[in-house]
Structure formats: structure tokens, C-alpha cells
């Protein structure tokens, strides 16, 4: 009897490495909301519940940034493992300690420096797993990263109503313990249906180049670095998302607990305005997933940016009803949603495939900066001040942040290039004036290009017609005339 082999399955580790990262958010969003209430009950502090999240984050970005050789020279299978692992144990020590009756704010500090000291180089991973595991099923850039921020919004979707709920039912530190666990599925699912070899930037054969082998690790972050100095669209993007991230820093890590807490005494608002958010922001998702590709990149991103940012901020500062605060919230979460997926599918094409880890770290690094920052400032303003001016500052930072995607010409470059443009079909059969007329010269079906700007679509038309949509001096025609022979 023959063995039969069984077929192989090109999407199964896209399929897993999207499950991965949507249990691994699920957790990571109940976790958030767990550690700020579990530090807010107990020291009734909001400085020290925003020092919580910096020593958590600081690491997460330090070390997302100087990990990326590490990415390179190991692989991103074994460092994204490896990572979820190390960040699942260092979070397993909360609930056991707490447990004991030894949680402290020191030892609570210890155990989330670890844990963002791991997750940093393994979120790094999972970036450079993506495009690997995309080849491999066939799927394109735009739609595989529109798919794993659709996965990490419906974990959000799920994670915070779940958070929030599960804190008053088995308490802040078990929330943490749940949250460990997902880390562990997310590196098993990685570990059983990623193939070993994606992701892999030194070869089929896992040896380095000759070039590549002389460089220290010094000269590969310089490498990173230099390449986002040099572009100017990942400058832009990393500049922008800066300030958007301090101000999403600020709200989700501090200023929304606080304004349950001070307004209902309870955390299941976060839960419900986290929903409306993750519900938003999941639709965005398969909208841009699904038909993104009609639409040119740099003003999709633009107005999406500006719904996702200052809105939902001023909906917390002024005196609205929780179901006004939702509605906007939802909306919001709509315009987040086609975000990253815009910004990931331009971040993919512009990085050469050799040095996505170090130029992707780069970039994440400088747009993270800000993050652990973010709930620490956000603490000593509403100390200084109060909620609601703390709230106003944030939605100034981020409503003017969002406005440089309308007024630098540097975003043209997130639009397609022509090369990933398909050509439109050519007919398949004689029109039918040709078998009447079988003597009269036919037009041709070529296109002619009257210049070389970057386009997002085609129009072919039987006379010259100028694009009007975003770069009017390209415009396409079908001028040529050849006599049938």
C-alpha cells in the first residue's frame, strides 16, 4: 500500500499566527485594566498607578528597539517564542504572590519590568513573522495586515468587557493569571503551525551572509536607524504616532480608570466604552480589509486618524450620558480600525525584506517612545489640575497630530505604486463591428503612461482623459492605432 501524504496547508500558519496574537491581546487588554485597578484600590494613588505602567512599557520600547539584531541573528519563530514565554512567567508571579499576601508595589514593579522587557523583542517577531507567513498563504500585504488588526481589535473587543467584568468577579490579581496563560497558548500555537523557517532573514540555509555576518550589533541598530532617518515617510509616521500614542497612553493606561472610578465607582463603564471601541475598530478592520484597495491610502489614513483621536477624548471630559460616550466611542473605534492596516501594508512595501527587524524596531521604538510616559504625566496633571483639563490637554496633542497628513506631501508616499496596480482584462473574444467590418483597423488594447507618478487604480478609456483623483499629470490612454494584419 502507498502512504498518502496529507496536502499541505500554505494558510494554517497565518491562520495560527493570527490566533496567536488574538489570544495574546485578549490578555494583554484584561491585564490592562486589571494591574491599574488592582494599584488604584490599593494605594488610591494615581501617580503610582501611572509609575506602574511606565516600568511596564519603558522596557517593552527599550528593549523592542535593541532586540531587533537579536531577531536577526536568532530568528523570529525562536524570539517570539521565547518572549511569550519569559512574559507569561513573569506575570504568573503576581497572582502567587498576591496569594501569599506579599503583592507590594515593588514586587508588583519587578514582575511587569520583566514582563515588557520580554514582550517588546516578541511583538517585534510576530511583525517580521507576518510577511513570511503572508507569502506563504498567498495573501496579500493589505489584506494580511488589515487581518491582524482586525484579530488584535476583536481580542480588544473581547479582552476589556471581559477584563473589567472579571474584576469584580474573581479579582484584579487572577484577571493577571488569566492573562499569563494566554502568553502560553499564543507561543504554543506559534511553536506547533508557524514553520520554523519564517521570518527568517538569513537564509534558506540559516547561515548569515558574508556581508551581513561582518556586522557588529552596533552597526546593524545604525542600520535601522539610518534607514528611517532616510525615508521620509517612515520619519513622518514615526513623528506622528509619537504624540498619538502619549495621548492614548494617557487615556487607556490612567485617565478613563479614573474617570469610571470618579463617575460610577466601577469598572464596568471601561468594560462597555472598551466594547464599543473593540466593536468599532473590528468593523474598520474588515471594511478596509475587504475593499481598502478602492481607496488611496494617504487620505483614508488621514480622516481615519482624525475620527479615531480627539473625539473619544472630549466625549470623557464633558458631562455626557454613558450610552453618548459608547455611540462616540464606537465611531471612533470605526476610523482606529482602518489605521494600522493602511500604515502596515506602506511600512511592508517601503522596508527591503533584509531589514524589517531592525528598520520595523526603529520605527517602533520612536512611535512608542512616548507610551510609558503617558499615564506618569497624565497622573501629575490631574493631581496639578484635574480630570477633565488633563482630558482637554490630550485631545489638543491629538487632534493636532492628526493634522499632518493633511498638510506634508511626504504621505503621498503611502499610496500604491503603479506596479501594484493589476492591469485591467483584456477581452477574450472579436467585438463585433470586426466581423462585419474585417478590413477596418481595430484600436489597440495597450495602455499608453503620459508620466511616471505613483497611481492607486486604472481607468482604461477610449479617449484621453486626465485623472482627476489624486495626481492629476498621470493620466492613462489607448491612443495607438494598429492595422489588423
Known sequence: MTSMTPPSRPRRGFVALLTAETVSTAGTRMSQIAVPWLVLTETGSPVKTGLVGLVEILPFVVFQVLGSPVIDRVGAHRVSVLGNVGAGL????????????????VPLLVCVFFAGLLRGPADSATAVLLPAVTDRARVSIDRATGALDGAQRAASLLGAPAGAALVGFIGASR?????AATFAIAAGLVVALVPRAAGNTRGATGAAAPAESAEGYGSQLREGFGYLIRHRLLRSIAGMVLFTNLADAAVSGLLLILWARQRYASAAPVGLVGAGLGLGAVAGAAVITAIGHWFPRRWTFAIAFLIAGAP?????????PLWTVVTIWTVSGFGAGTINPLLGAAEYETIPRRLQARVLSAVGGIAWAGIPFGALLAGLLVDATSLATTLYLAAAIYGLATLDPFLRPAWNLMNRPVSDVAAPPTRTHPRRRDKARPDRPRRASGLVQHSESRTDRIWPTDRCTTRNNFRPRTYWSSRTETPRE
Request: net charge negative; proline share 7%.
Open 175 to 179: 484577571v493577571v493569571a488569566l492573562d
Open 312 to 320: 473619544r477624548l472630549l466625549a470623557l471630559a464633558f458631562p455626557l
Open 90 to 105: 513573569a506575570l504568573t508571579a503576581v497572582p502567587v504572590l498576591a496569594a501569599a499576601d506579599d503583592l507590594g508595589l
